[in-house]
């Protein structure tokens, strides 16, 4: 069955790197590792996305193993703001035909 | 752009009545999204759409759920006869592409069935 995993809950101070780690064994050959924020009451947002390498822009960046099974989102420099729950989202090929998925997200607290 | 449109944003309704949930997606994306997000499920795909084509509607849940998309500019998830496990926040999503591309969410709609 075609599974996208992440730690339920992490946290940190502010001022620290969090790093989330997404585990997605049956990732699709072509797709995009793609990661969104959401906040209460509101719909997840977009950070970043990466094929492979290495990705960073001004907010994280997207580490992507050779194997393309995981993917791990680092956000430098944590502030008090970026509280929130943090999913991954792929695209697998598991038993049956290609799947979306998010992953169960990771609640991240940042405490002062 | 005023970004993704759904309405209601809440919607209270007895178990048994239909329900239809609307979103207009942004100008010129050509994949729509619908997402169910429950604290027991998480965020789950239900169905989404190329060009106004059902792609994949596997995540539809049971034949009490259907969605459409008449034109590039509007879509209905429609539930009927509602039930109170459907009780959710319901999200659409457009976006350029299937994956390669960020999806853009729009605010949800919180559905209670009692």
């Known amino acids: 069955l075609a599974k996208t995993t992440q730690p339920i809950s992490m946290d940190s101070y502010e001022g620290q790197e969090v790093n989330i780690t997404c585990s997605h064994n049956?990732?699709?050959?072509?797709?995009?590792i793609t990661w969104y924020q959401q906040f209460p009451s509101q719909g997840p947002r977009f950070i970043i996305q990466?094929?492979?390498t290495k990705v960073t822009n001004e907010v994280a960046s997207l580490f992507i193993p050779a194997d393309r099974k995981s993917s791990t989102l680092s956000l430098p420099r944590v502030s008090l703001s970026d509280t929130a729950v943090y999913y991954c989202?792929?695209?697998?090929?598991?038993?049956?035909?290609?799947?979306?998925?998010f992953g169960s997200g990771t609640r991240l607290l940042v405490r002062p | 752009d005023a970004g993704v449109i759904q309405s209601p944003r809440h919607e209270v309704t007895e178990m048994g009545q239909e329900v239809t949930l609307r979103c207009k997606p942004i100008?010129?994306?050509?994949?729509l999204f619908w997402y169910r997000q429950t604290m027991m499920r998480g965020l789950e795909l239900l169905i989404y759409?190329?060009?106004?084509?059902?792609?994949?509607d596997s995540g539809m849940p049971e034949d009490r759920f259907s969605a459409k998309m008449p034109n590039a500019s509007f879509s209905t998830l429609k539930i009927q006869p509602s039930e109170p496990r459907d009780s959710a926040v319901y999200f659409c999503?457009?976006?350029?592409?299937?994956?390669?591309?960020?999806?853009?969410f729009g605010p949800g709609t919180r559905l209670t069935v009692t």
């Open positions: 759409f190329n060009n106004n084509v059902p792609i994949d």
């Open positions: 049956n990732i699709a050959t072509n797709d995009y």
């Open positions: 989202l792929v695209g697998t090929e598991g038993d049956s035909s290609y799947k979306l998925i």
């Open positions: 999503a457009s976006s350029l592409g299937q994956s390669e591309y960020e999806q853009y």
């Open positions: 100008s010129g994306h050509d994949y």
């Open positions: 990466g094929y492979k």
